[in-house]
């Protein structure tokens, strides 16, 4: 048992993934390096922002999202300010080739955390030099959530091995729209080892949906995209989880099953599970939550009810702490 993790109260209680600020194709966040971390090639001659000219010379915080030119920045809205242009471009040449029979406003609403799995876990890698001398990856992923597939492609920079600037990303239907960003060479992607605090904090989260940046790409999203991806279309409605209110508080004060997973980080994530039978048919509330600096609070990742108990058995690992030690069916009941 551990009591000490259960009677942790103080929780941020965002219970539902953000949504798209609108049916624009998605633009997401900048990761940036350091000038004190070992940087891309600069000549002395470009020591200032590429967006304002800010002298950065002597300056410990100058920002990169790409290596083969070496650009460098002095904040995240500088960078924006600089892409926008062919952020723009890229958004006019998305609407010429969009299909009227492709996905609509609220269908590419619907899949837009698509592109955090692609970003992670592409099924292809494109790479094409432009004329400015850096190079620009397609990444696309295929997914099935219905009997059709339905593919995702984001267009980025890379820097040492990882997306950094994401000009753009979309769902689509549409295989000839796919097959139309194809570009370059196809390259095999070897995805470098997680790195902490790789994505820049996002300083436009009121800010209208053309300015190039969205939503920073933190584990709780990432989390959501993963939930998202194998939650069938038959469970719960997100239109229905304010309904479930009151299990988060019910479930954090008396799961049914505890689990702590030891991560690769110094904070350790627990799973949270309660189960509730009253329910036709029984439903679960799941909770996943990490420690925080404060021994006294837990940062809630994600929570969300569900009447899929094999989904519920994907977050039925790591050491369990409260709940049945025998049960590894998929449809068992822990009370």
């Given at each position: 048992?551990?009591?000490?993790g259960?009677?942790?109260?103080q929780?941020?209680?965002?219970?539902?993934?953000?949504?798209?600020?609108?049916?624009?194709?998605?633009?997401?966040?900048?990761?940036?390096?350091?000038?004190?971390?070992?940087?891309?090639?600069?000549?002395?001659?470009?020591?200032?922002?590429?967006?304002c000219?800010?002298?950065?010379?002597?300056?410990e915080?100058a920002?990169?999202?790409?290596?083969?030119?070496g650009r460098?920045f002095?904040?995240?809205?500088?960078?924006?300010?600089?892409?926008?242009?062919?952020?723009?471009?890229?958004?006019?040449?998305?609407?010429k080739?969009?299909?009227?029979?492709?996905?609509s406003?609220?269908?590419r609403e619907?899949?837009?955390?698509l592109?955090?799995?692609?970003?992670?876990?592409?099924d292809?890698?494109?790479?094409?030099?432009?004329?400015?001398?850096?190079y620009?990856?397609t990444?696309?992923?295929?997914?099935?959530p219905t009997?059709k597939?339905?593919?995702?492609?984001?267009?980025?920079?890379?820097?040492?091995?990882?997306?950094?600037?994401?000009?753009?990303?979309?769902p689509?239907?549409?295989?000839?729209?796919v097959?139309h960003?194809?570009?370059?060479?196809?390259?095999?992607?070897v995805k470098?080892p997680?790195?902490p605090?790789?994505?820049?904090?996002n300083?436009?989260e009121?800010?209208?949906?053309?300015?190039?940046?969205?939503?920073?790409?933190?584990?709780a999203e990432?989390?959501?995209?993963?939930?998202?991806q194998?939650?069938?279309?038959?469970?719960?409605p997100?239109?229905?989880f304010?309904?479930?209110?009151?299990?988060?508080?019910?479930?954090?004060?008396?799961?049914?099953?505890l689990?702590?997973?030891?991560?690769?980080?110094?904070?350790?994530?627990?799973?949270?599970?309660?189960?509730?039978?009253?329910?036709?048919?029984?439903?679960w509330?799941?909770?996943?939550?990490?420690?925080?600096?404060?021994?006294?609070q837990?940062?809630?990742?994600?929570?969300?009810?569900?009447?899929?108990?094999?989904l519920v058995?994907?977050?039925?690992?790591?050491?369990?702490e409260?709940g049945?030690?025998?049960?590894?069916?998929?449809?068992?009941?822990?009370h």
């Amino acid at each position: 048992m551990m009591s000490k993790g259960i009677q942790k109260k103080q929780t941020e209680r965002r219970k539902r993934p953000r949504k798209a600020k609108s049916s624009r194709p998605s633009k997401a966040a900048p990761k940036v390096e350091t000038k004190s971390s070992k940087k891309p090639a600069v000549s002395s001659e470009t020591e200032a922002c590429y967006s304002c000219s800010k002298d950065l010379k002597g300056h410990e915080r100058a920002l990169f999202v790409e290596e083969e030119i070496g650009r460098i920045f002095c904040s995240e809205e500088c960078i924006a300010t600089y892409f926008t242009p062919e952020i723009d471009r890229l958004e006019k040449e998305y609407f010429k080739f969009l299909s009227p029979n492709d996905l609509s406003a609220t269908e590419r609403e619907k899949f837009s955390h698509l592109r955090w799995i692609t970003l992670q876990e592409p099924d292809e890698v494109w790479r094409q030099k432009t004329l400015s001398g850096d190079y620009r990856y397609t990444l696309i992923s295929e997914f099935n959530p219905t009997n059709k597939p339905i593919w995702c492609v984001c267009i980025c920079l890379f820097l040492r091995g990882e997306p950094s600037f994401l000009y753009l990303a979309f769902p689509t239907k549409n295989a000839a729209m796919v097959n139309h960003y194809r570009r370059g060479e196809r390259v095999e992607w070897v995805k470098p080892p997680a790195q902490p605090n790789r994505i820049a904090p996002n300083t436009q989260e009121s800010a209208p949906a053309t300015d190039g940046l969205a939503d920073s790409w933190t584990d709780a999203e990432t989390l959501r995209a993963e939930v998202n991806q194998f939650r069938r279309e038959d469970d719960i409605p997100e239109s229905e989880f304010p309904l479930y209110e009151s299990c988060l508080e019910e479930t954090l004060e008396a799961p049914d099953e505890l689990w702590t997973i030891e991560s690769e980080e110094e904070f350790r994530v627990y799973h949270f599970i309660r189960y509730y039978p009253e329910e036709q048919p029984g439903s679960w509330f799941v909770i996943v939550a990490r420690e925080t600096d404060d021994p006294e609070q837990l940062e809630i990742l994600d929570s969300f009810p569900t009447k899929d108990s094999e989904l519920v058995e994907r977050f039925r690992h790591g050491r369990q702490e409260l709940g049945e030690k025998d049960n590894t069916s998929p449809s068992r009941l822990v009370h």
